[in-house]
Nanobody
Framework: VQLQASGGGLVQPGGSLKLSCAAS????????MGWFRQAPGKEREFVAV????????YYADSVKGRFTISRDSAKNTVYLQMNSLKSEDTAVYYC??????????????????WGLGTLVTVSS
């Protein structure tokens, strides 16, 4: 399994970015896909996850109402639309995937496959 994230960059506070993550290596029908982030000096933290099958979405409180996770199953790609960005959103964003949804979806240790990450910098 390979995950390739893209779309990061420098954006001003209040701006928007859309991250993409393409998965390859097998068929991913029904897989759960998500995003985590890691700021300098901090642990990796949960951002959002889209559950395979039901397509239910879950968000960290810090991004709820500003970020939207979506998926294009035909392209094996998950997206993260980020609006109203704040300086505290600055981090390397990682996409991840797992076959079965886990109720501890916010725990990075529940995921085995990770992309290399894409840097998002929110600064004026």
């Amino acid at each position: 399994v390979q995950l390739q994230a893209s779309g990061g960059g420098l954006v001003q506070p209040g701006g928007s970015l859309k991250l993409s993550c393409a998965a390859s290596g097998r068929t991913f029908n029904g897989y759960t896909m998500g995003w985590f982030r890691q700021a300098p000096g901090k642990e990796r933290e949960f951002v959002a996850v889209l559950r395979g099958g039901t397509r239910a979405t879950y968000y960290a409180d810090s991004v709820k109402g500003r970020f939207t996770i979506s998926r294009d199953s035909a392209k094996n790609t998950v997206y993260l639309q980020m609006n109203s960005l704040k300086s505290e959103d600055t981090a390397v964003y990682y996409c991840t995937i797992r076959q079965n949804f886990n109720v501890q979806y916010w725990d990075s240790k529940q995921y085995y496959y990770w992309g290399l990450g894409t840097l998002v910098t929110v600064s004026s």
